[in-house]
């Protein structure tokens, strides 16, 4: 899979990008991750990628013609599945998204900044919209990283046991069962003796179960589904 992020503030996603899983995946050449700044595309002099708005609301927006000239230069040299603008008002992003995101070869993310970007760009260059929840941040780069994350890890060879992305919450629309480590007993807090037992049809029943309770008392939302 090969990413290219646009953004005007490319510095905001440099260390996320080089750093833990996303590193890896890279270096295993299961990933490329491509930032791009918009202001070497844009033709001011000045390398400015936004103008007031027409109509004189408030705010800047970022102009189409770096947006372009980034977007049709990629596409110059790879076809791409899609070219995604993350914004508050797009789809919201959830793990069956984030399934089939990760089964795409090349896709374009393209992070919002200021007021937002010129709506020509949303009607003739963007494929699909994302969101990452209701609410406004100041630019796109944390939806991007976000979907970058979501995208790359279920890649399979990405995390080294590959069922541990399956058995997340939300895979089934269930949240995980609870989880347990060394040692058994600590200050009297003992792990349920179900995962010490040996019992592997037990212990799936138990973890199943341990699910199904959870998300009936917190996102009771997800059974309908």
Sequence with gaps: ?????????????????????????????????????????????????????????????????????????????????????????????????????????????????????????????????ISIGDYVLTGGELP????TDAMVRLIPGVIGDEQSALSDSFQDNLLAPPVYSRPAEYKGWRVPDILLSGHEAKIAEWRYEQALERTRRLRPDLLDK
């Design 1 to 129: 899979m090969r990413i290219d992020i646009l953004t005007v503030v490319p510095e905001m996603l440099d260390s996320f990008i080089h750093t833990s899983i996303l590193q890896r995946a890279q270096d295993k050449g299961l990933v490329e991750i491509h930032v791009h700044n918009l202001r070497d595309y844009t033709t001011n002099k000045h390398r400015k990628v936004d103008d007031y708005p027409f109509g004189g609301e408030a705010g800047m927006v970022m102009q189409i013609q770096p947006i372009d000239a980034c977007i049709s230069r990629l596409k110059e040299e790879r076809e791409y599945d899609e070219v995604i603008f993350v914004s508050p008002d797009g789809e919201t992003l959830d793990q069956p998204m984030a399934n089939s995101l990760s089964l795409l070869n090349n896709v374009i993310i393209l992070c919002g900044h200021y007021k937002g970007v010129d709506w020509r760009v949303r009607e003739h260059l963007v494929t699909k919209e």
């Design 144 to 147: 991007a990283a976000v979907i």
